[in-house]
């Protein structure tokens, strides 16, 4: 993250380095990038945008004079690539993993902190003096999380690697690492080689945000009372039902079906199972 820009119209955007380098949060890895998944980034966020897809944006790719290593198909076939970096830019780079980790190292008073300073900035129909400010933070990105998986869904969109660290607070799509559309419908599309298990398959992209966000709940807990507790946990539960409407009101737009039908999501339903078999 080098910094934050305002812009003519007042938009705060947070601007950030994809292959500079190493950084604290690198691990093993060289903190590098290369040009062919740089580009690819480019590109995809840019369409993801007018699609009408919450997103990060691309702002410039330079390329490198680095060489850097790399096992594309994770099959030890290890060779030279042209290096290359992304500016890339998003309203906030908080993700469900930022608070998941201090509450877990139980940096509880630096967790509220956080969390405050996410909601002042980014959530301002909450009031700060609002003592289930938390509560209301949840319950917002359960739904606008629901919304956007419905949304990649309407799009054939998959994101290769759904962990709590690619799922962001503000509930747009980010991290584009392996990614791929579907060219027709397949369930079990994977556009990760290394995913062999197929954790992460499109069809289970509604199924994996739930998880994600049971696990923003236990991060949580420490800062809510009994009562609010148990309604996170009933806001949760609603996960599910707000996910199917958002995605059944958006297949019933591309079929242009009007009104409301008690039939419409067996249609939807039966025409995939079609489109699958064809």
């Not at 119209?9 to 380098?21: D, I, N, Y």
């Not at 919450?54 to 390329?63: D, G, H, I, K, Q």
């Not at 290394?194 to 994996?208: F, L, M, P, T």
């Amino acid at each position: 993250l080098i910094g934050v820009y305002t812009n003519r119209h007042g938009e705060r955007w947070e601007l950030q380095l994809k292959g500079s380098g190493k950084t604290p949060y690198s691990r093993n890895g060289d903190g590098r990038a290369v040009l062919r998944s740089s580009v690819r980034e480019f590109l995809c966020s840019e369409a993801m945008h007018y699609l009408g897809i919450p997103t990060s944006r691309a702002a410039s790719l330079v390329v490198s004079d680095d060489d850097v290593w790399r096992d594309q198909f994770y099959n030890g076939n290890i060779q030279k690539e042209r290096g290359a970096i992304v500016l890339r830019l998003a309203k906030s780079w908080f993700r469900i993993g930022s608070l998941e980790i201090l509450s877990h190292s139980g940096e509880l008073d630096l967790l509220r902190r956080l969390l405050d300073f996410i909601i002042q900035e980014h959530f301002p129909s909450i009031a700060m003096n609002d003592s289930n400010r938390y509560l209301e933070f949840f319950s917002t990105v359960v739904s606008e999380t629901a919304n956007l998986i419905a949304l990649w869904m309407s799009v054939g969109f998959a994101h290769g690697v759904c962990n709590t660290d690619n799922f962001s607070l503000l509930s747009i799509t980010i991290d584009y690492g392996p990614f791929g559309f579907m060219d027709s419908y397949d369930p079990n599309f994977v556009p990760n080689t290394s995913d062999d298990e197929r954790r992460y398959k499109i069809g289970n992209q509604a199924s994996v945000g739930l998880f994600n966000l049971s696990k923003l709940l236990q991060a949580l807990k420490p800062l809510l009372d009994p009562r609010q507790k148990q309604l996170a946990s009933q806001v949760l539960e609603g996960y599910g039902e707000h996910y199917y409407s958002r995605f059944t009101e958006l297949f019933k737009k591309k079929l242009g079906l009007l009104g409301a039908n008690e039939n419409d999501n067996y249609l939807i339903a039966f025409l995939l199972k079609v489109s699958l078999l064809c």
